[in-house]
């Protein structure tokens, strides 16, 4: 069953007559556009695309099976005008629009009805062509971490690293980047979304790398965490293993049928089993498609079952303020019966 026939089968128990789709990211999911500025109505009978003039020649060439409809007045009229010369009475739209796109379609003689998530829901399941460019998101990943790994030594700034890896990442073919990377060093690792600054690398230093690739609109997500060999490495050999092992634990649990929430404990115990647990705040994974986060929700908050064919990260970490901190995150996909790994860095403890 196709994306959009899979959206507009379900319009009617949504109890809407169309439905109005302006995220970009929902918008390429369904229609293959790559620009700035578009938006869909989809009835159970039609399906219309619309831009503005700057996207014509694109869309013409990246929009099939749709309508095209070029945006000549402001966007509120465009849509008011379609959908009173449709006959729409009811108009479903996503709820994550603007409060401002929302008041400026009311009281326009139609009944307007938020929608929570009905393109995110279709996007957790990825198909094989885009697993396929999510592994290819992962190979320019990880190719331009191997070309950085030399210069990640002591006396190297966070800063450097960074830059380098996103030079990298863009000369193995990455169009752009899904996130800021972090390169956190020493006490900076203990924060686990710290950004990178001028700190050098400093012996005995944790240094946790997360970054990750793109490749035909599709994004990875990975994590590394190295050693710089020192003294008083003791604790940090100590909770690095911890956390490869509730990585580790985590990823034979992840299967179809198995519940997000029971993923996320897998890793957590294993942490709070070793006297961890209050080191341990974030979620254990997250989908990875599109777009960097996605559904599903790997955490305590988890409100579904894993199913065959979602990606998403396994990312369990020990934060120490003063110490420092370790996070080791692959990406999976989920089959029946297990998972399959679809990183495939090296993650036994390097000191270096």
Same mark, same amino acid.
């Not at 869909?40 to 700057?54: A, E, Q």
């Not at 465009?78 to 409060?99: H, K, N």
């Given at each position: ?105 009311? !009281?326009?003689?139609? #009944?307007? *009805?938020? =929608?929570?998530?009905? &393109? ?7 198909? @094989? ?101 020192? !003294?008083?490495?003791? #604790?940090? *050999?100590? =909770?690095?293993?911890? &956390? ?7 990823? @034979? ?26 080191h341990f705040g974030h979620g254990t994974g997250h989908g990875v498609g599109i777009e960097v986060h996605e559904l599903p ?19 369990p970490g020990i934060y120490l303020p003063g110490t420092g901190g370790v996070r080791i995150e692959d990406m999976v996909v ?19």
């Amino acid at each position: 069953m196709s994306r959009i026939t899979s959206l507009t089968g379900t319009l009617e128990s949504r109890g809407i007559d169309a439905f109005l789709v302006s995220e970009l990211h929902n918008v390429r999911y369904l229609t293959g556009f790559t620009g700035s500025s578009g938006f869909l109505v989809v009835t159970s009978g039609s399906r219309t695309f619309f831009t503005d003039s700057r996207y014509e020649e694109q869309a013409g060439r990246e929009v099939k099976g749709w309508r095209i409809q070029i945006e000549r007045e402001d966007r509120a009229k465009v849509i008011t005008d379609f959908v009173r010369s449709s006959g729409i009475r009811t108009l479903g739209f996503e709820a994550t629009a603007s409060y401002g796109f929302y008041r400026s379609l009311l !009281r326009k003689g139609f #009944r307007l *009805k938020a =929608i929570t998530n009905a &393109v995110e829901e279709l996007r957790k399941i990825k198909d @094989q062509a885009e697993v396929r460019s999510i592994q290819k998101a992962i190979q320019r990943a990880e190719k331009a971490f191997i070309s950085v790994k030399p210069h990640i030594r002591a006396g190297e700034s966070e800063v450097r690293i960074s830059t380098l890896l996103e030079e990298n990442l863009k000369k193995a073919g990455c169009g752009t980047l899904p996130f800021d990377i972090i390169v956190a060093s020493g006490p900076n690792s203990s924060m686990p979304h710290a950004k990178p600054t001028g700190r050098r690398l400093c012996p005995g230093d944790l240094v946790v790398i997360d970054w990750g690739g793109e490749a035909e609109g599709y994004v990875s997500d990975m994590t590394r965490t190295l050693l710089i060999n020192g !003294r008083s490495l003791s #604790r940090k *050999k100590e =909770i690095y293993e911890i &956390v490869l092992r509730a990585n580790r634990t985590a990823i @034979q649990t992840a299967s179809a049928g198995v519940h997000a929430r029971t993923v996320d404990k897998a890793a957590r115990d294993v942490i709070t089993g070793a006297g961890y647990g209050g080191h341990f705040g974030h979620g254990t994974g997250h989908g990875v498609g599109i777009e960097v986060h996605e559904l599903p929700r790997v955490s305590r908050l988890g409100r579904e079952y894993i199913k065959a064919g979602m990606v998403f990260t396994i990312e369990p970490g020990i934060y120490l303020p003063g110490t420092g901190g370790v996070r080791i995150e692959d990406m999976v996909v989920a089959r029946t019966g297990s998972c399959s790994v679809l990183t495939t860095l090296p993650k036994e403890l390097e000191i270096i």
